[in-house]
């Protein structure tokens, strides 16, 4: 154990030592964090945050790991996992709803639903919690959690608990304020959604499952869409990496999937410097074939002043962090 993070399991009781990333991750890719805790609700989520800042800790807040690739030698920090105590839905009036942070969207899809609550039936497959699609602004078929989204709650870095309009996320395509800097954790998100007939919100969502069963490996370990849709004259990452003939492309045991070619999935015993490398050529070939820049999507996991293995990659620029005024 590292004994930066003696003592953690008092604020976070079963907290894990040294526990392989690779499992919190879809991907199931990671070298060893120095500690996961499991928490149980905001106030322990606040005490933990004080514990882990008075000592200086890194840390990074997990939903369900869908959207992350962390670095084959580990996470020289402490991830933090939303458990139950974050898993809350409560219906309002006229549409409106509050998620737990925790919850998975498939979940919190299936609830509404039964409510005849639509407008968010995009997200019924998206295999993340709230809290995390959240603060990446996951959407589909042209739709993204934003446009529904009214408030969160949240910790800041203070411990304090905090709650802010929708609008402070500054959220757009695949991203917000919170992605990459770790200042706030949600604990939990209000939408508003349009009420309708739950039978046509359930039709809808299982088009939706087709569509994505036929189009997409999902059974195969992946982190979903590897990059962001370039727009303009190329609508879709996808179509461009397949025109490009690089379906099938390998590095080790990460292949970009002959199914649909903006996921790249793990065969088995891909290791994070495999999937860079794919990235990096895929970029490579994009940008020399047909002149454009794919950036990508997911997020790289850095252990605290370094770059590793990033050389030759081109990541996306996010938003800058919600100043500290702001929280
Ligand atoms: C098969 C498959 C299909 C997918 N399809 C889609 C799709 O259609 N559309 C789409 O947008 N994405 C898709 N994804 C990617 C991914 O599922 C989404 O981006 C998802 O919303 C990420 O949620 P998560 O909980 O897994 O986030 P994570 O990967 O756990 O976290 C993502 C980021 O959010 C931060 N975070 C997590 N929880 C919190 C919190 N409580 N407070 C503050 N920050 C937090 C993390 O620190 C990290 O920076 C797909 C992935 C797979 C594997």
Redesign the pocket.
Known sequence: MNPRVKGLDRVAPGTQFDAPVSGFT?FRIGGPAWAVARLHGPEQLRDTIRFLVDRELAF?????????LFPDEGFRGVLLL?GDGFDSLEIGQDGLFTAG?GLS?PKMANVIARHGLGGLEFSAQ????V???V??N???FGQELHSRLVSVT?VNRQGTAVELPASALKGCY?TTA???H?D???TSATFQAVPGDPKAVQQKQKEYGIYRDRT?P?KQA????VFKNPGKDCASAGALIEQLGMKGWTVGDAEVSRKHANFIVNRGQARAADVLELIARIQKHALAEAGIHLHPEI?FVRNEGEASGLAGIEESRESPAIRESQV
């Open positions: 879809t990074r807040v997990m939903g369900k790991g869908s959207n992350q939303l942070a969207l998206i295999p993340g919690a809290g995390g699609s603060a990446v996951a959407g589909a949240a695949r919170l992605k990459g770790q706030l954790v949600l997409q999902l992946s982190a979903g869409c997020e």
